[in-house]
């Protein structure tokens, strides 16, 4: 592999390894560990990129070996393992040298993001939940301030995870509602992409054939829905319980729609407008009811 390809290769790793960080993120429930270990791995990755795109040299380990030399130099033609036992400098030393070039923001909070993933990685010690957002926003924040030496945008790294990243560094949205709304982009780009080149009609029949029946869940009890998202009819599934008068209520606790893959718990269905709602589908009149003036 010459410059250019190991420059492309640490980039496109440290793209999958930032998406599965966001996605851990926005998992319900969250995975901070997970998240907090996929975006250092990402930070590292792409400082790496940063390095090999001003000289392949860069990345070489502190103390390296000759064969760690003679693959930087190029020569991994002498080396019988060729790039395969290749040590390379870590992440600390990475962002270090990208400062002393002039590259990358190093946000405050970077190193306690390289913290946590070493306790993830040989220990198995997250940080506690609250401190996850902060983490992540370091990544996101150091990994925008070197796209631009690697001639990329934030828009083309994140790609769909885009919107999310800013919502999480502005801080301008509450967890709930960021999960939320990725949720809902997420079915959005599924939608799309399961009816894009369908016909009206070949779209009418793979709604129709898709919404048939309800995505699984504990509870057995279901009612048809719309879908938020996508409009095509969905169930919410949940309990029942009855209220006064004779009356049963419905009370929702999933919400599933087979044609976008949009799944909603908890809290999220108040979001979607998904409440409380009573099962009596007409008024019940009793005739021998007659009002008590005495109470009037």
């Not at 001003?54 to 020569?75: C, H, Q």
């Not at 400098?89 to 405050?108: F, I």
Request: glycine share 6%; with cysteine; aromatic share 8%.
């Amino acid at each position: 592999m010459d410059q250019d390809e190991i420059r492309d290769e640490l980039t496109r790793s440290a793209r999958r390894w930032a998406w599965a960080a966001i996605d851990a993120y926005l998992e319900e429930p969250a995975d901070q560990d997970f998240a907090v270990h996929h975006m250092a791995v990402a930070v590292e990755h792409l400082a790496k990129a940063c390095l090999v795109s001003i000289a392949l040299t860069l990345l070489a380990n502190p103390k390296p070996s000759v064969e760690d030399l003679l693959v930087l130099g190029g020569r991994k033609d002498r080396v019988a393992t060729g790039c395969a036992s290749l040590r390379t400098v870590g992440g600390a030393e990475a962002v270090t040298r990208l400062a002393q070039v002039g590259q990358g923001k190093v946000p405050a909070q970077l190193g306690a993001l390289r913290e946590a993933r070493n306790g993830v990685t040989h220990m198995g010690w997250g940080r506690p939940s609250d401190e996850c957002r902060d983490l992540l926003v370091a990544g996101v924040t150091y990994i925008d301030s070197l796209l631009p030496n690697l001639a990329k945008k934030p828009e083309w790294f994140w790609e769909n995870h885009h919107q999310v990243c800013k919502d999480l560094v502005e801080k301008t949205t509450d967890e709930l509602k960021l999960r939320y709304t990725a949720k809902i982009r997420r079915a959005q780009a599924t939608f799309t992409t399961k009816t894009a080149s369908l016909s009206a009609s070949e779209k009418t029949a793979l709604v129709a054939s898709l919404s048939a029946a309800p995505l699984p869940s504990r509870w057995l009890l279901h009612v048809p829905a719309q879908c938020p998202e996508c409009d095509s009819p969905a169930f919410i599934s949940g309990r029942d319980k009855s209220g006064d008068y004779g009356d049963i209520w419905f009370f929702p606790r999933f919400f599933g729609c087979r044609v976008c893959e949009l799944t909603l718990t908890g809290p999220e269905l108040d979001l979607a407008d998904m409440r409380a709602s009573s099962l009596r589908t007409e008024e019940e009149v009793d005739d021998d009811w007659e009002p008590d003036f005495d109470l009037m």
